[in-house]
């Protein structure tokens, strides 16, 4: 019985994480959590107008019964209250009113106010982010500020890789980032973020901003810390001194401070200089020796429907094809994808984890989207002029806001079960299913190139070398994050075992490493 209640509990544990929405990759997600907050807005307006109504009740009672009624003549009667309470019409009303109308005050204010609104906001609340899914938010954030060399009253304002964005980011905003700046040991940065949350916040509001998280004590604090982190102690003490609040103990925080210095539990994302300056829209290129042409040769369809070929790399061997995905398709692929999606966790060679979108095995893929996977796997034999066995494995990314591949190579160059069944990732077909203008390049970090997202375009690369089938470290890439907008991509891998009798799976050459 234990055991069934143990499993029961399990379930329900993996049918809400299952269940949930991805905020941080699904456009329709998003705009649910929008109309929600409208919904929590409305009902919020509605909670503080019965407290308001409330509050009315008692001004009224107060001015109309208790002060004119009451208290007026009470005072009137100042220096002779033995003479006005012997009057029986004036000390009566005075029993009977302490005796029954505090009474009736005290359940009054005992009353509850806006039960509904509140049993709305408590139902709602396991439908709203949660603290990791906020945490990665904010990291997103930092990830396209350090990507894209922007200073943080750039970022704050709205503004991207020369990119101006209808929208600003509020005094809570900013005092997040620099707490997460704070955390992984960028202290400057850290205190550029707070001076701008110190901006932004009104005075007026200062009571709000408490009810919300923020203090102007935490401010102050985190503040003061970044500085003695500094070596700034003097410039801290000066500003502890100036609140009211934290003045008459500020010696003993920078004590505290110095005693304990901040000491950062993880490490942020690693962002190579090279993928930052691929990534960056200063980034161009130096003309190349390579051209364009039409490919009619690893097909023999493409002897009547030659296509466009442009070389980027000849060592590894990279190739883009233009014009490749028909609009039906695209379609059809983002419409049977989407409502599967679910957010994925992928490991660099370090082993650090790095949140990057969302993705569809084929193996989940609804059987109505067979045909059009089918087409796709012939459109990639004629590329490659290489076997790929009907159902090869694909995945569907969804790339959100702020979502990136971290610097990776394709092949495994060891034995798992993948390579046991199929050898290993001999070579890469990657389609991209939209326009992604704002981020979202697949970058060559080792031969300085920047492959633009661009939709209906097909980028294709050796991962081993074709003679060999040596790995090839220079292929290791990755995608820039998406700062606006998403990027739609669909992987594929072709592997060694299924070119055995087209060519030959190994000759002398480097050993693997």
Same mark, same amino acid.
């Given at each position: #019985?234990?055991?069934?209640?143990?499993?029961?509990?399990?379930?329900?544990?993996?049918?809400?994480?299952?269940?949930?929405?991805? &905020?941080?990759?699904?456009?329709?997600?998003?705009?649910?959590?929008?109309?929600?907050?409208?919904?929590?807005?409305?009902?919020? #307006?509605?909670?503080?107008d019965?407290? @308001?109504?409330?509050?009315?009740?008692?001004?009224?009672? &107060?001015?109309?019964?208790?002060?004119?009624?009451?208290?007026?003549?009470?005072?009137?009667?100042?220096?002779?209250? /033995?003479?006005y309470?012997?009057?029986?019409?004036?000390?009566?009303?005075?029993?009977?009113?302490?005796?029954?109308?505090?009474?009736?005050? =005290?359940?009054?204010?005992?009353?509850?106010?806006?039960?509904?609104?509140?049993?709305? %906001?408590?139902?709602?609340l396991?439908?709203? $982010?949660?603290?990791?899914?906020?945490?990665?938010?904010?990291?997103?954030?930092?990830?396209?500020a350090?990507?894209?060399?922007?200073?943080?009253?750039?970022m704050?304002?709205?503004?991207?890789?020369? *990119?101006?964005?209808?929208?600003?980011?509020?005094?809570?905003d900013?005092?997040?980032?620099?707490?997460?700046? &704070?955390?992984?040991?960028?202290?400057?940065?850290?205190?550029?973020?707070?001076?701008?949350?110190?901006?932004?916040?009104? /005075?007026?509001?200062?009571?709000?901003?408490?009810?919300?998280?923020?203090?102007?004590?935490?401010?102050?604090?985190?503040? =003061?810390?970044?500085?003695?982190?500094?070596?700034?102690?003097d410039?801290?003490?000066?500003?502890?001194?100036?609140?009211? +609040?934290?003045? /008459?103990?500020?010696?003993?925080?920078?004590?505290q401070?110095?005693a304990?210095?901040?000491?950062?539990?993880?490490? $942020?994302?690693?962002?190579?200089? +090279?993928f930052?300056?691929?990534?960056?829209?200063?980034?161009?290129?130096?003309?190349?020796?390579?051209?364009?042409?039409?490919?009619?040769?690893?097909?023999p369809?493409?002897?009547?429907?030659?296509?466009?070929?442009?070389?980027?790399?000849?060592?590894?061997?990279? *190739?883009?094809?233009?014009?490749?995905?028909?609009?039906? @398709?695209?379609?059809?692929?983002?419409?049977?994808?989407?409502?599967?999606?679910?957010?994925?966790l992928?490991?660099?060679?370090?082993?650090?984890?790095?949140? &990057?979108?969302?993705?569809?095995?084929?193996?989940?893929?609804?059987?109505?989207?067979?045909?059009?996977? +089918?087409?796709?796997?012939?459109?990639?034999?004629?590329?490659?002029?290489?076997?790929?066995?009907?159902?090869?494995?694909?995945?569907?990314?969804?790339?959100?806001?702020?979502?990136?591949?971290?610097?990776?190579?394709?092949?495994?160059?060891?034995?798992?079960?993948?390579? /046991?069944?199929?050898?290993?990732?001999?070579?890469?077909?990657?389609?991209?299913?939209?326009?992604?203008?704002?981020?979202?390049a697949? *970058?060559?970090?080792?031969?300085?190139?920047?492959?633009p997202?661009?939709?209906?375009?097909?980028?294709?690369?050796?991962? %081993?070398?074709?003679?060999?089938?040596?790995?090839?470290?220079?292929?290791?890439?990755?995608?820039?994050?998406?700062?606006?907008?998403?990027?739609?991509?669909?992987? =594929?891998?072709?592997?060694?075992?299924?070119? #055995?009798?087209?060519?030959?799976?190994?000759r002398?050459?480097?050993?693997?490493?």
């Amino acid at each position: #019985m234990l055991f069934d209640k143990v499993l029961l509990v399990l379930w329900l544990m993996f049918w809400k994480v299952e269940s949930r929405k991805e &905020f941080l990759v699904a456009e329709s997600a998003n705009m649910d959590l929008m109309q929600l907050d409208g919904e929590l807005i409305d009902s919020l #307006m509605s909670y503080a107008d019965k407290i @308001d109504q409330k509050v009315s009740k008692l001004k009224r009672l &107060f001015y109309n019964r208790l002060a004119q009624e009451l208290r007026q003549p009470l005072e009137a009667a100042k220096g002779r209250e /033995e003479e006005y309470l012997g009057n029986p019409l004036h000390s009566f009303p005075l029993i009977r009113h302490m005796y029954q109308d505090w009474q009736y005050l =005290a359940e009054f204010m005992k009353k509850p106010v806006g039960e509904e609104e509140i049993g709305f %906001l408590r139902k709602k609340l396991p439908e709203l $982010p949660w603290q990791a899914e906020t945490e990665e938010a904010t990291v997103y954030i930092f990830r396209i500020a350090e990507t894209h060399g922007m200073m943080p009253w750039e970022m704050a304002n709205g503004l991207i890789d020369n *990119v101006r964005l209808n929208s600003t980011l509020s005094a809570l905003d900013c005092f997040e980032v620099a707490k997460l700046y &704070f955390k992984w040991g960028y202290f400057k940065q850290a205190l550029q973020w707070i001076s701008i949350s110190k901006t932004r916040l009104q /005075e007026e509001y200062s009571g709000v901003y408490e009810v919300l998280g923020m203090s102007g004590q935490d401010v102050a604090l985190l503040q =003061a810390r970044c500085l003695v982190e500094l070596d700034l102690r003097d410039v801290a003490l000066e500003l502890l001194v100036k609140q009211p +609040d934290l003045a /008459e103990h500020s010696t003993s925080w920078l004590d505290q401070f110095e005693a304990y210095p901040h000491m950062t539990v993880d490490s $942020p994302p690693t962002l190579g200089e +090279d993928f930052k300056r691929l990534c960056r829209s200063s980034f161009s290129p130096k003309p190349s020796k390579l051209h364009c042409r039409y490919n009619s040769t690893t097909s023999p369809f493409l002897i009547l429907a030659p296509l466009k070929m442009e070389q980027i790399s000849l060592e590894p061997y990279i *190739v883009v094809y233009h014009d490749i995905l028909p609009e039906g @398709d695209i379609h059809q692929l983002i419409a049977l994808a989407e409502p599967r999606l679910r957010a994925t966790l992928a490991f660099t060679e370090d082993k650090s984890d790095s949140v &990057f979108g969302a993705f569809l095995p084929f193996k989940d893929m609804n059987s109505s989207g067979e045909p059009v996977l +089918d087409r796709l796997t012939q459109r990639m034999r004629d590329i490659t002029g290489l076997q790929i066995h009907q159902r090869n494995r694909i995945n569907i990314i969804k790339y959100g806001f702020g979502a990136h591949y971290a610097a990776r190579h394709d092949f495994f160059n060891e034995t798992n079960s993948e390579t /046991e069944g199929y050898g290993d990732r001999m070579a890469t077909v990657m389609f991209y299913l939209n326009d992604a203008p704002n981020g979202g390049a697949t *970058v060559f970090p080792r031969i300085n190139v920047k492959v633009p997202a661009e939709r209906g375009k097909v980028l294709f690369w050796y991962n %081993l070398d074709g003679e060999t089938h040596d790995v090839d470290p220079k292929t290791v890439h990755a995608a820039c994050p998406v700062f606006h907008g998403s990027k739609w991509v669909m992987a =594929a891998w072709i592997h060694e075992y299924d070119q #055995m009798f087209i060519q030959p799976i190994y000759r002398e050459g480097k050993m693997k490493h």
